[in-house]
C-alpha cells in the first residue's frame, strides 16, 4: 500500500434541505479524482478517516466524507430527527457539490443512509451515480435478525461484538484524546435520533426497489452488531444487487479487513 501524503480540506456547507430548512454540514474531502460519497456509521466519522486517504491513494479518487450532523461536536436542527431527513440532506449535499460519475458507500448506519439516499433520488441516479456500496447496513427490520442493542452495550461489549478479533480494537477512555470524549454523547444522542431504539424502519424495505444503480451489499462474516441474513436481506430487496461476505471480519471492515474491502470498491 502507498505512503503517499493524499491532499484534505474540511469545508462546512449550509444546505437548504426541502422540509428542513437550513442544515449546516461539515466535509471532508479526501484526495482527487472522480467522486465517492462515504458516509460513517454509529462510530463517527473518524471510523472512516483512514480508509478515506487508503482508498483516495489507492484508486486515485475524490473521497467526500460528510460528518452526519450532531456527530463529532456539530450542529443538528431539531427539524432533521430521521434517516430519511439525513437521506434528504445529501441529496442536497450532492446537488451542491454537482458530483458526477458518483460512487455511495455506507457502513452501518452510513449504509441505511446510503440506502435511503439511492431509493430517494431513484431513477434520477443514473444521471449521477455509478454504483452504491452497503457495508454492514443497520435499517432493514428482519424479523430474528435485528441489530444488538447497542445503547445498553458497554464499550467491551461493542468491541466483542464489532470484530472478529476485538481486542485489537479495544477503547479505553483514559487514553481517547479529549475531543473525541467530548463529542462521545453527543454521537450517542445523534444516533438515537436517527435510528431509533431499533436502529431498524420497517417501512424500508417498500422503498428499496427504487434503486435504479449497480448495488454491493458486503458483510462481515464476525459481524454480530448486524448479522449477513440482514445483508442478504437487502440484496434481495435491491434490484440486481450483489452480496459479498467477508471472512474474519466484523461489522467495520475499513478498520478491520480495509485491503479486502478496497479490493472490492476497486472492482
Given at each position: 500500500m502507498t505512503?503517499?501524503?493524499i491532499p484534505t480540506s474540511t469545508t462546512t456547507y449550509a444546505l437548504d434541505v426541502d422540509g428542513i430548512g437550513p442544515v449546516p454540514v461539515r466535509v471532508d474531502e479526501h484526495g482527487q479524482g472522480r467522486p465517492v460519497l462515504l458516509l460513517h456509521g454509529g462510530a463517527g466519522p473518524q471510523s472512516v478517516s483512514a480508509f478515506a486517504d487508503l482508498l483516495a491513494a489507492e484508486a486515485g479518487v475524490r473521497v467526500v466524507v460528510p460528518t452526519h450532523p450532531?456527530?463529532?461536536?456539530?450542529?443538528?436542527?431539531?427539524?432533521?430527527?430521521?434517516?430519511?431527513?439525513?437521506?434528504?440532506?445529501?441529496?442536497?449535499?450532492?446537488?451542491?457539490?454537482?458530483?458526477?460519475?458518483?460512487?455511495?458507500?455506507?457502513?452501518?448506519?452510513?449504509?441505511?443512509?446510503?440506502?435511503?439516499?439511492?431509493?430517494?433520488?431513484?431513477?434520477?441516479?443514473r444521471d449521477r451515480w455509478r454504483d452504491l456500496t452497503l457495508v454492514g447496513a443497520v435499517g432493514l427490520d428482519v424479523p430474528d435478525h435485528r441489530p444488538a442493542d447497542f445503547f445498553a452495550l458497554s464499550l467491551d461489549e461493542v468491541a466483542d461484538l464489532s470484530y472478529f478479533e476485538p481486542d485489537r480494537f479495544r477503547l479505553d477512555p483514559a487514553t481517547l484524546p479529549p475531543a473525541l470524549l467530548a463529542a462521545m454523547p453527543g454521537n450517542r444522542a445523534a444516533l438515537a435520533v436517527y435510528g431509533g431504539p431499533t436502529m431498524t424502519d420497517p417501512t424500508l424495505a417498500d422503498r428499496l426497489g427504487r434503486i435504479?444503480?449497480?448495488?454491493?451489499?458486503?458483510?462481515?462474516?464476525?459481524?454480530?452488531?448486524?448479522?449477513?441474513?440482514?445483508?442478504?436481506?437487502?440484496?434481495?430487496?435491491?434490484?440486481?444487487?450483489?452480496?459479498?461476505?467477508?471472512?474474519?471480519?466484523?461489522?467495520?471492515?475499513?478498520?478491520?479487513?480495509?485491503?479486502?474491502?478496497?479490493?472490492?470498491?476497486?472492482?
Open positions: 505512503t503517499q501524503t450532531g456527530f463529532g461536536g456539530t450542529e443538528r436542527p431539531v427539524a432533521l430527527d430521521a434517516m430519511r431527513g439525513l437521506a434528504a440532506t445529501y441529496a442536497t449535499l450532492v446537488e451542491r457539490l454537482d458530483l458526477h460519475d458518483l460512487s455511495v458507500v455506507g457502513n452501518s448506519i452510513g449504509g441505511w443512509a446510503a440506502a435511503e439516499l439511492a431509493a430517494l433520488v431513484g431513477a434520477r441516479a435504479s444503480v449497480q448495488t454491493l451489499v458486503v458483510a462481515g462474516e464476525a459481524d454480530r452488531i448486524v448479522d449477513a441474513e440482514v445483508a442478504r436481506a437487502y440484496a434481495r430487496a435491491i434490484p440486481g444487487a450483489r452480496f459479498v461476505l467477508l471472512p474474519r471480519t466484523g461489522h467495520l471492515p475499513q478498520l478491520e479487513s480495509p485491503a479486502a474491502l478496497l479490493e472490492l470498491l476497486r472492482g
